[in-house]
């Protein structure tokens, strides 16, 4: 079944504390990207990649970084997470095509920063 | 910078009733447009896909069409049911960066389809 997975789905921090969010796809598709989702600002994309060590900022990149060692994750990294880091976030897989695409999402990374 | 808005912000209706939910965005210049459904606690399903070139897309009861000129769009909605009850987005691509370019989301529009 082609499904993008996200992990963990919940979770809990404090400011400050290291945390990734795993992304992985098994579609073999080479664009994948993350978003943050937050109530009266709708989806905003973070980064995205598109291949191997491919990687470029979106509109709100700023607390975050990303790598992709493999076509099939894209890890979300936050160094140093804030407060205002706690949203819902969804990573995103492409297929792409000639007059074609379907984007694929995981279910979501429900992240809350104390 | 490309804006999307969406209208309304929520729509409750009975079942069967027909229905249109409608996007506009601000920059014409789009690579194509996309209607997606989100189901509380869940991602994004994919619905429909329209290029810039096209003027209507189908998927059974539902029909998106696309005025590029006039930054709109509209989700058509046949015979609404129950399980329609979701929140719809909708989400453009600019031109500049081709197949590989940013989505643009709307904040979507919550539909409640009462039995």
């Known amino acids: 079944e082609a499904q993008v997975t996200q992990n963990p789905r919940y979770l809990i921090t404090v400011t400050g504390k290291k945390l990734t969010v795993t992304c992985s796809q098994n579609?073999?598709?080479?664009?994948m990207s993350w978003y943050r989702q937050d109530p009266g600002l709708g989806l905003r994309q973070i980064y995205y990649?598109?291949?191997?060590?491919?990687?470029d900022k979106g509109d709100v990149p700023e607390g975050y970084k990303v790598s992709r060692k493999e076509k099939r994750n894209f890890p979300l990294i936050l160094e140093s997470p804030s407060p205002n880091q706690t949203s819902l976030y969804f990573c995103?897989?492409?297929?792409?095509?000639?007059?074609?695409?379907?984007?694929?999402f995981g279910p979501g990374t429900r992240l809350l920063v104390l | 910078k490309q804006e999307v808005t969406q209208i309304p912000a929520a729509l409750s209706v009975p079942e069967g009733e027909n229905l249109v939910l409608n996007c506009s965005f601000t920059d014409s210049a789009i690579y194509n447009l996309q209607w997606f459904r989100q189901d509380p606690g869940k991602g994004l399903t994919s619905l429909l896909l329209i290029q810039s070139s096209q003027r209507e897309q189908t998927s059974g009861r539902l029909n998106a069409s696309l005025d590029k000129s006039s930054g709109r769009s509209t989700l058509y909605i046949a015979a609404s049911q129950p399980g329609d009850s979701a929140t719809y987005l909708c989400a453009v691509k600019g031109v500049y960066g081709g197949s590989q370019g940013n989505l643009i989301f709307g904040k979507g529009t919550k539909l409640s389809v009462k039995p």
């Open positions: 990649s598109m291949n191997v060590e491919v990687t």
């Open positions: 579609m073999n598709h080479e664009y």
């Open positions: 995103a897989s492409t297929r792409t095509g000639l007059l074609q695409e379907t984007q694929y």
